[in-house]
């Protein structure tokens, strides 16, 4: 008699990238859940965290009021991830001044 294998699981030879991503997804969620410190790095990992980096490094370089308005609204847009690299940046700021 052959063996059944359950339908929530997935054979590995059946999995597809979906299945992959979903896989890491629910571990990084769990590993958050344990440890919050750790959403800090997951976000640092995102795509979406050198987006809203070279947004601020544009934002820091110019001097257009309406460019600087427009940049401004599209970090706040970002969200968390936005308030992260911001505050990343801040202690950056902060820890170089400390030893300087």
Known sequence: ???????????????????????????MQKQEKENPAIK?????????????????????TLSDEATLEILREEIVAE?????RVLVDLLLTIKNQAKHS
């Not at 800090?40 to 934002?59: D, F, M, T």
């Not at 969200?79 to 308030?83: A, R």
């Open 1 to 27: 008699m052959k063996k059944k294998t359950p339908r929530t699981k997935k054979n590995k030879k059946d999995w597809e990238m979906k299945d992959f991503v979903a896989s890491v997804d629910e571990v």
């Open 79 to 83: 969200g968390e991830i936005g308030t």
């Open 40 to 60: 800090q790095v997951h976000a640092r990992l995102s795509p979406e965290w050198n987006r809203v980096s070279e947004k601020i490094g544009r934002l820091l």
